[in-house]
């Protein structure tokens, strides 16, 4: 089978390493961004340092920063690790000020409710904290989702492949085929995570779909 | 890395049409044409939005669905398409310029629509309720309530334009992306990496500009004081402030 010329297989190939080297940063970053944006959040003066310098990272292109990790990592160009490193430093960039935003956003009469109830410092944050900081996270998931996404396919011009190489390919071929199904390929991809974040949301705040 | 600060040094490199001064201006030149034709754009159509609340869905939507869309792939499109339909010179830049501009317009214009649309309607009541009319309330009031917002706009479309224009130089722009794109085509890592260094300074530097330009611009009143905190000021940020 083929589409605009590409076959599917290839297509479904490169898309499963687009899925991973966009996806898989998404768990990581997530998971470094919690206690991080968690510290901002306990320690005031923390917080401009902290969103600031993760926030200047997002600054850097992609493709500089695709060329420049391998000489801090002491890995080959051609690693794949290098875009995996760097949509991680891109996903943490955008979600510790929003983790810590969101966990400023938890209304303070609740806490102190918890609080009152016996709750502890660490059970508090677990049960109470980040349950209610469920939404706000996962709105600048989907950003990161979608961002990250996009980015990963400018890997293609330092021949990491992934749906952004039918980019290479078709551009160096003249041929608009490729181009067009790696186009549409990263949509999808991109309304794929939107749809899997959306839905986790919603297992994750019960108590928001009667609501809405 | 200690190749990379040779060829950073080397005097070779900093002069002549190719050398690092000349792509450094030849980028922020293209960064800032496009920027301003994405402004000139998207402000207007921004206020529209975020003053009359006409087409907000379909302008969220677009800048949200824009998002989702591979800027390579849209330049590789824009090139294959446009360029045996130009002449000359240009045939080179307008196609990369073109998708600079469109990848600019969605942040400036969410940036613009979002910072109207959150202006407190008691400051704008109390603007009709003074006498002012539509546009003396938009241009004395909305606007300058606006500005936070609509920098920070200004600001991530300035910063996805310079990374664009990177990748261009794979379809022959000019600029400090050409060291990236020369370099890996002749395996020259030092020249690819101080390349990178370059434009990662240029971004760093440009956002750095826009920001104190923001500082000197937005109203004290609206940051509630000088200082770090005034560069980023959102509610969420004062009521940190608060405690």
């Given at each position: ?10 297509v ?29 959040t306990r ?8 969103v ?30 290098n ?28 806490r ?7 709750y ?22 989907r ?5 990250n ?18 980019f ?20 999808v ?24 | ?9 080397d ?21 800032v ?12 159509l ?6 009359t ?6 302008a ?18 824009a ?8 002449r ?9 310029i073109?998708?600079?501009?469109l ?35 938009l ?6 309530c606006a ?46 990496a101080?390349?990178a ?6 971004a ?14 937005v ?19 004062r ?5």
């Open positions: 089978m083929s589409l605009l010329g590409v076959d599917l297989a290839t479904l190939e490169l898309g499963q390493d687009h899925l991973l080297l966009a996806g898989v940063p998404l768990l990581v970053g997530l998971a470094l961004a919690i206690p991080l944006g968690w510290l901002a320690r005031g003066w923390l917080y401009p340092p902290l600031a310098g993760t926030g200047l990272l997002y600054t850097i292109p992609s493709l500089a920063l695709f060329i420049l990790l391998p000489g801090f990592l002491g890995t080959r160009i051609l690693d794949p690790v875009v995996l490193v760097a949509m991680t430093v891109y996903t943490l960039a955008l979600l510790t000020r929003t983790v810590a935003d969101a966990l400023l956003s938890v209304p303070g009469h609740v102190q409710a918890a609080t009152a109830m016996g502890g410092p660490a059970r508090r944050f677990l049960a109470v904290d980040l349950p209610l900081a469920v939404p706000v996270i996962s709105a600048g998931l950003v990161a989702a979608v961002s996404v996009s980015i990963v396919s400018v890997a293609a011009l330092v021949g990491v492949s992934q749906l952004g190489s039918l290479t390919d078709g551009f160096n071929r003249n041929a608009m085929g490729p181009i067009v199904v790696g186009v549409i390929g990263c949509v991809l991109a309304v794929l995570f939107d749809l899997v974040i959306l839905l986790v949301t919603r297992l994750l705040t019960p108590w928001k779909v009667s609501a809405s | 890395m200690a190749d990379v600060l040779a060829w950073l040094t005097p070779a490199n900093w002069s002549g049409q190719g050398g690092i001064p000349a792509q450094a201006l030849a980028h922020l030149r293209y960064s044409i496009a920027l301003l034709l994405a402004c000139l754009v998207a402000v207007p921004g206020l529209y939005v975020g003053h609340g006409r087409g907000r869905v379909v969220v939507n677009i800048a949200g669905a824009f998002r989702a869309i591979p800027s390579l792939g849209v330049l590789f499109i090139v294959l398409l446009l360029l045996p339909r130009l000359g010179e240009l045939a080179f830049e307008a196609p990369s073109i998708v600079l501009v990848l600019a317009v969605p942040p400036v214009l969410s940036g613009v629509y979002a910072g109207i649309e959150q202006v407190d309607p008691a400051a704008r009541d109390a603007a009709h309720g003074m006498g002012m009319r539509p546009w003396q309330v241009a004395q009031v909305e606007v300058p500005l936070p917002l609509a920098i920070a706009g200004i600001r991530s479309g300035m910063l996805q334009i310079i990374a664009t224009a990177t990748i261009a130089a794979v379809v022959g722009l000019g600029g400090l992306g050409r060291f990236l794109i020369d370099g890996q085509a002749v395996r020259d890592y030092p020249q690819m101080g390349g260094l370059l434009v990662a300074a240029l760093l530097g440009t956002d750095l500009v826009l920001g104190l330009a923001q500082r000197a611009v109203s004290p009143g609206l940051t509630g004081g000088t200082g770090l905190r005034a560069r980023s000021a959102t509610a969420l940020d009521r940190l402030a608060r405690g």
